[in-house]
Nanobody
Framework: QVQLVESGGDSVRPGGSLTLSCAASGDPYKRHCIGWFRQPPGKGREGVAA????????YYADSVKGRFTISQDNAGNTVYLQMENLSPDDTAMYYCAAAVWCNPLQPDNYGYWGQGTQVTVSS
């Protein structure tokens, strides 16, 4: 089993920055990859970024490239999502999820999920 706990969600103004954290524990094989997903109000869940626990290779959705950065601590037990230049379109519930392989960066590929943390971008 894998346990995931997100934190760091908040309300920010457009152009602002925010860093989310995902504390991961449990079977290291089943959390070989940690991904961040988001679900805007009234929309489906979409992949944002993902990173391999070993090696640190990372992947990003086109919509966040250049604005979001995924990283992890040395043990690979906490994964961060640094978000910059936020816009109202980034408003969503953000989830971290675990998988063996990062790709495809789609919800069906990830078997373990956290409870989510809300990010609201509004003036």
């Amino acid at each position: 089993q894998v346990q995931l706990v997100e934190s760091g969600g908040d309300s920010v103004r457009p152009g602002g920055s925010l860093t989310l954290s995902c504390a991961a524990s449990g079977d290291p094989y089943k959390r070989h990859c940690i991904g961040w997903f988001r679900q805007p109000p009234g929309k489906g869940r979409e992949g944002v970024a993902a990173i391999y626990r070993r090696g640190g290779n990372s992947y990003y959705a086109d919509s966040v490239k250049g604005r979001f950065t995924i990283s992890q601590d040395n043990a690979g037990n906490t994964v961060y999502l640094q978000m910059e230049n936020l816009s109202p379109d980034d408003t969503a519930m953000y989830y971290c999820a675990a998988a063996v392989w990062c790709n495809p960066l789609q919800p069906d590929n990830y078997g373990y999920w956290g409870q989510g943390t809300q990010v609201t971008v509004s003036s």
